[in-house]
């Protein structure tokens, strides 16, 4: 039997690339997902655009557990954002580390929003308890229903007279 091989390796690349694919066991598949992710994850943490997308992540954490986390220190520096400025945005990772730090952005200030006016009505809420709390400690001592009250003898005074 003759093999038709003729030793051209692009023809055959797909053919041998699913043939060990399916030939190998499930690990190694698994290792080669795993090494593309690590290798993205790389991709990702060395991009320009890295540090400014952390500290926006932040952002939204400081606004969702408020201001008393404390610094984290994961933050862009100018280095970043000049690098980022001075990279032109062509690849999908690009666009992706851009789109994504906007979103976080808008995330923000959605976040945001609902927090302020809650924190409005919670101020005016107990400004209006102080003054109505006040107003009714000056009613209470200076009322003549009150006064009466007090010029008004006791059932002991009574009791001592009889």
Do not use: W
Not at 18 to 42: A, H, P, W, Y
Not at 48 to 64: A, R
């Amino acid at each position: 039997m003759e093999d038709n091989y003729n030793g051209d390796d692009d023809q055959n690349k797909g053919v041998f690339s699913v043939c060990t694919e399916s030939q190998s066991d499930e690990g190694d598949v698994v290792g080669e997902e795993e090494l593309e992710q690590e290798v993205l994850k790389r991709r990702i943490s060395g991009h320009p655009l890295y540090g400014l997308l952390m500290e926006n992540h932040i952002n939204c954490l400081k606004v969702g557990l408020g201001e008393n986390i404390g610094e984290i220190g994961v933050t862009s520096t100018e280095k970043d954002k000049l690098k980022a400025a001075a990279i032109p945005t062509s690849s999908d990772l690009d666009q992706f580390m851009e789109a994504y730090c906007d979103a976080l952005n808008k995330l923000k200030e959605a976040m945001e929003d609902p927090i302020k006016e809650t924190t409005s009505f919670i101020t005016d809420m107990y400004a209006q308890l102080e003054d109505l709390s006040a107003s009714k400690k000056t009613t209470l001592t200076r009322t003549p229903q009150l006064e009466e009250l007090h010029a008004r003898p006791h059932l002991t005074d009574y009791a001592d007279e009889n």
